[in-house]
């Protein structure tokens, strides 16, 4: 009996011994599945900070997360608002043709839609037994038994999900659970980046749209500014040649004119705004000011059922400055020009030589002019504020031949309608 006691026992502890090594086993395979995972967090973090290519960086997060859990699937889902679904990003393992082209609805009853109103990771053991949802398409197609997901951003603001999966039964443990949880966040990381630097571009963009509209707009003061005071001056000139006032008063008016134009147009380059409050502005008040100020004696004004409309009284000021001057410029001082209602706007016409078909699109170019003498600047001035109102403008053919400026979109007021 004593014989069979020690076999016994040298039995049960032999099967003890063996225990204690498979536990030892376990515990070394555990530790080494640990540092690679860490090894790939941060393997995958500096891949993020070298490369800002985010596909690129999806593939080599779905290759990583898929070979540091040994799973069968891994996947990045992106939030697509617009469709209401979620796009198979990026991926491993799954049938051909599925990445960049299959989706998963957003539904609270699938595990993609459980998961975006989750803020802890999502563990399925057995996915055929799952209470909380059921698997979608993409998962019971690949006949998917366990996983983990992770949303990417927050409830408030998501981007997508993170998602492992696998075929066989899996018991995931805390560490397989925040080395997913790890990688997502640098995805996060990576998208908010990205997002950064694009609202980065765009402001750079914006600024260097504004500078160029600031270059652009100093030589549209100029512009503005030198007919008023080339008028005082002829006026003046005048004056010395003639008896009375007349010519003085002129004078007058467009020296005050030229001085309400630097007050309006400093006012502009320091707001960075082409036009200021909304009135109600009398079209036919707005075009005999400024006909008083830059029209001839020997020219005709014509008005005819203007509209009162929604705009800056002083840039409206400016535009029929503008084009009363073009059409003296480019005719004689007999020029005659019309201002008349439209449906949606009014328009500015001529009698003079009109503009060619075929320059039309050029002439509210910087720039832009057809006497050798001429800046250009006069119809940039009128796009620059027709643009800052959200009005369109068309140029066409009047019926005297001359040049017919329709500005449209603009909001009638309701007593001129």
Not at 10 to 18: N, S
Not at 272 to 295: F, H, P, Q, S, Y
Request: some cysteine; proline content about 2%; charged content about 30%.
């Amino acid at each position: 009996m004593s014989a069979i006691r020690s076999n016994t026992g040298t039995f049960l502890g032999t099967v003890g011994a063996l225990r204690d090594i498979s536990r030892r086993k376990a515990r070394e395979q555990a530790m080494r599945t640990r540092l690679r995972q860490q090894e790939i967090v941060a393997h995958l973090g500096e891949f993020a900070t070298e490369r800002r290519d985010l596909d690129a960086l999806m593939d080599e997060v779905v290759e990583r997360v898929a070979e540091g859990l040994r799973a069968d699937y891994c996947k990045v889902l992106e939030l697509r608002p617009d469709e209401d679904d979620l796009l198979l990003r990026a991926g491993v393992g799954w049938k051909d043709g599925y990445v960049g082209t299959a989706t998963v609805g957003t539904e609270r009853d699938s595990q993609a839609g459980y998961t975006l109103l989750q803020e802890q990771p999502v563990v399925v053991r057995d996915l055929a037994t799952e209470e909380r949802f059921d698997g979608p398409e993409l998962l019971t197609d690949h006949d998917v038994t366990s996983g983990i997901s992770v949303l990417l951003g927050s409830p408030d603001d998501v981007w997508g999900i993170l998602g492992v999966h696998d075929t066989a039964y899996r018991e995931f443990n805390e560490h397989d659970i925040d080395f997913v949880r790890s990688v997502g966040h640098v995805l996060e990381s990576a998208v908010e980046r990205r997002d950064v630097e694009r609202r980065l571009e765009e402001l750079n963009d914006q600024l260097r749209q504004r500078n160029e509209q600031f270059g652009t707009f100093a030589s549209v003061l100029s512009h503005d500014l030198k007919n008023p005071l080339g008028i005082a001056l002829g006026r003046l000139e005048l004056a010395r040649a003639e008896e009375g006032t007349e010519s003085l008063d002129a004078a007058e008016r467009a020296i005050s004119r030229a001085t309400d134009l630097v007050d309006d147009l400093t006012e502009t380059m320091q707001s960075g705004m082409i036009r200021d409050e909304l009135t109600d502005c009398d079209v036919g008040a707005m075009a005999r000011k400024a006909w008083e100020t830059v029209g001839t004696s020997e020219g005709t004004l014509e008005v005819a059922d203007p509209p009162t409309v929604e705009a800056d009284s002083g840039a409206l000021l400016r535009l029929f400055e503008n084009l009363v001057r073009n059409a003296i410029e480019h005719d004689d001082e007999s020029v005659s020009v019309t201002v008349g209602r439209l449906a949606d706007g009014f328009y500015v016409s001529d009698d003079g030589p009109g503009i060619p078909e075929d320059e039309r699109d050029s002439v509210f170019e910087a720039g832009y002019s057809t006497k050798e003498d001429g800046t250009g600047f006069g119809l940039l001035s009128v796009k620059q504020i027709v643009r800052a109102h959200g009005w369109e403008m068309a140029l066409a053919e009047s019926s005297r031949g001359g040049a017919r400026f329709e500005i449209s979109g603009v909001t009638i007021a309701e007593e001129s309608t």
